[in-house]
């Protein structure tokens, strides 16, 4: 089993419409929690991180961290063409480098 | 600031030969890692580097080495390239060690697609 999950989708939605991807995991000494997004061939970049559970927003993004539960969300309010974009969960231990990611959900958001 | 720069960006290779990804970052940081990533599996860590002259292995270091002779580059090498070495790979770096709290934002590379006939 591996240590993050995250469904692969892919996700297609309408423009304007609130897309929730989420990751499970099994490793309760992670302590932060990352969304990256990458674009069609080239480099993830990072979107929101969050510190151990409670929720953080920047502006049409919501991350939510559920340590109880060992579950995290990305919701994106408002969907945008431009949106469209693997989205990669991450996570790591509170003092480790190493970062465990989730194998990427596809989105599409259609004009 | 270039970022974190990769070369080459794609490369076609017979099994059994060796070749030298590069990765270099001008942001002066301390952490550098690289990832292949195949589809349906996410990034998985091969090697990484806290500093010049200290290298460890990640999940799947097989089949390749590194070295960090100076703070900016950090290059992967294929020993004797394998079909299950197809894959895309990626270089980061990170300015942070990580602490309680700190954002330890890692920036990725463009990436090189590279294929093993």
């Known amino acids: 089993q591996k240590e993050v999950e995250q469904d692969p989708g892919p996700l297609s939605v309408p423009e304007g419409a609130i897309v929730s991807l989420n990751c499970t995991y099994s490793?309760?000494?992670?302590?932060?929690f990352m969304w990256y997004r990458q674009y069609s061939r080239k480099g993830p970049e990072l979107l929101m991180y969050?510190?151990?559970?409670g929720n953080k927003e920047d502006g049409r993004f919501t991350a939510q961290v559920d340590k109880s539960s060992k579950y995290i969300s990305l919701f994106i309010r408002d969907s945008q063409p431009s949106d469209s974009a693997t989205y990669l969960c991450a996570m790591r231990p509170g003092n480790d480098y190493k970062l465990s990611f989730g194998a990427g959900t596809t989105v599409t958001v259609r004009a | 600031n270039a970022g974190v720069t990769q070369t080459p960006k794609f490369q076609v290779l017979k099994t059994g030969q060796s070749m030298t990804l590069q990765c270099a970052q001008d942001m002066n940081h301390e952490y550098m890692s690289w990832y292949r990533q195949d589809p349906g599996m996410g990034l998985r860590l091969i090697h990484y580097s806290v500093g010049a002259g200290i290298t460890d292995q990640g999940e799947v270091p097989n089949g390749y080495n590194v070295s960090r002779s100076t703070t900016e580059d950090f290059p992967l090498r294929l020993l004797s390239a394998a079909p299950s070495q197809t894959s895309v790979y990626f270089c980061a770096s990170s300015s942070s060690l990580p602490t309680s709290g700190s954002p330890y934002e890692q920036y990725f590379g463009p990436g090189t697609r590279l294929t093993v006939t």
């Open positions: 969050t510190y151990s559970s």
């Open positions: 490793n309760s000494a992670f302590q932060y």
